[in-house]
């Protein structure tokens, strides 16, 4: 059934749902459009709607081929909605599930397309902040790019800032999915341009490998390995994406490289990807069970009504509770942040886990060859202050008896 949405548009039917709302088939004065209706809960908050109505202008003037465009808002009653691009095709999240991982040419590609977008965006002050596979769309009805790869839109820009009014979140709230957020989100700091770049760095790995580098089990966990964790090397990568990967996904902000860096380097990538294949990586990660330390029970109540803190190591953790969630898949969520103490408890157990001895085992040639000096050199000490210590006895016990002849020939009787 037909419903009117402002006064210009039109939508007829349901072809997609998130967590922050419902998106719509519509009609415009220009032909068909997407129209994402927010949920009613945030319609109802007017802090929203007023930074909703502020940022209409930044969002409606990002004109770029590979950002899905928004072409208007519209304010109507319970209705708070972005009329926007219709893309015919899917988005990335269900193309990685239906198929597998991608060929790193295709991987590649799809991924500097979304950098492109992104550059755009920075340049024209605006923060993504939650880029994530169900946030990029693959055009289908565009002229494919290298390798037959389709050509990457970038979409709902502007959603992470705007449902993060200060009303709702605060301070000490996180808005975002947990697998993508960069360190400095969870340590408390400004978003900037540089955490979208670890996003996207994380949705390449995701797109080769299958899974995000730091996600799976509690919650809890999946932040503190973004703060204090290293993504070791992938084997099988090619050595020029696992290059750029890690770059991007330094822990500090500025090591990261900018958009355009990032699409540039990849492109120039390409023709060394044509022949390579995808990554080897298994059908399905082994499902684990991981206890919350005490530092991450905090993030318990963000699982509450699931029954479980099992989880697959796979693309994503689900996220946001709730009696009747939009989709299957929550993907956008708000937490607590954690204090400095918990982040301080993160990296002194990060440090007590490097700092551990390896087994007997596992212990290399030199590490053996320095433990041996190590001993050789104690006993020389040992055997040092013993021999000091045997002419100090020897000493002490000749001392009196000279002592005793000298007063006896000082005083003896002269003749």
């Known amino acids: 059934m037909a419903r009117k949405i402002g006064s210009r548009y039109t939508v007829h039917q349901v072809i997609g749902r998130g967590s922050a ?32 109505v502020q940022e209409r202008t930044a969002l ?76 990029v769309l693959l055009d289908l009805a565009a002229p494919p790019g290298p390798g037959g790869a389709p050509r990457a839109k970038l979409t709902d820009f502007g959603i992470a800032r705007l449902v993060d009014a200060p009303r709702r979140t605060r301070a000490t709230r996180i808005i975002g999915t947990p697998d993508y957020l960069a360190p400095e989100i ?104 991981e206890a919350p330390t005490p530092g991450e029970a905090v993030y318990a109540e963000a699982d509450a009504g699931r029954g479980t803190h099992r989880r697959r190591r796979g693309p994503a953790v689900p996220l946001v509770p709730g009696p009747t969630p939009d989709s299957t898949r929550d993907t956008h969520t708000s937490l607590r942040r954690p204090s400095a103490g918990e982040l301080a408890s993160y990296a ?31 006993i020389a000490v040992i055997l040092l202050f013993a021999g000091a210590a045997a002419a100090w006895t020897a000493f002490a016990a000749e001392a009196p008896a000279h002592a005793a002849g000298a007063v006896s020939s000082t005083w003896c009787p002269r003749l």
Not at 28 to 36: L, S
Not at 79 to 93: H, I, P, S
């Open 21 to 52: 709302g419902t998106v719509w088939l519509g009609e415009g004065p220009d032909g068909p459009v997407a129209v994402k209706l927010l949920r009613e809960d945030l319609a109802a908050d007017q802090v929203l709607v007023g930074r909703f």
């Open 60 to 135: 409606t003037c990002l004109d770029h081929p590979r950002v899905v465009g928004v072409h208007d808002m519209v304010v109507d009653g319970s209705d708070l909605a972005l009329v926007m691009d219709l893309v015919q095709g899917t988005d990335l999240r269900t193309r990685l599930e239906r198929d597998g991982v991608l060929d790193p040419l295709v991987a590649a590609s799809v991924i500097a397309d979304v950098a492109d977008g992104l550059a755009a965006a920075h340049a024209a002050g605006i923060v993504h902040r939650d880029v994530k596979p169900e946030n």
């Open 348 to 378: 002194e157990e990060s440090r007590a886990q490097r700092t551990q001895p390896a087994p007997a085992h596992r212990r290399t040639r030199a590490q053996l060859i320095r433990r041996r000096r190590t001993l050789a050199v104690l």
């Open 186 to 289: 969870i340590e408390g700091l400004e978003p900037r341009a540089a955490v979208d770049i670890y996003a996207l760095a994380t949705v390449l790995y995701e797109l080769l490998t299958g899974a995000t580098p730091f996600g799976g089990g509690h919650t809890g966990a999946v932040l503190r390995r973004h703060v204090t964790e290293n993504v070791p090397p992938v084997e099988g990568m090619p050595d020029g994406l696992w290059r750029i990967i890690s770059e991007c996904l330094a822990k500090a902000p500025a090591s990261r490289l900018r958009a355009a860096e990032l699409a540039s380097r990849l492109r120039e990538l390409l023709p060394e990807l044509a022949d390579v294949g995808p990554l080897a990586v298994p059908a399905q990660r082994a499902v684990t069970e």
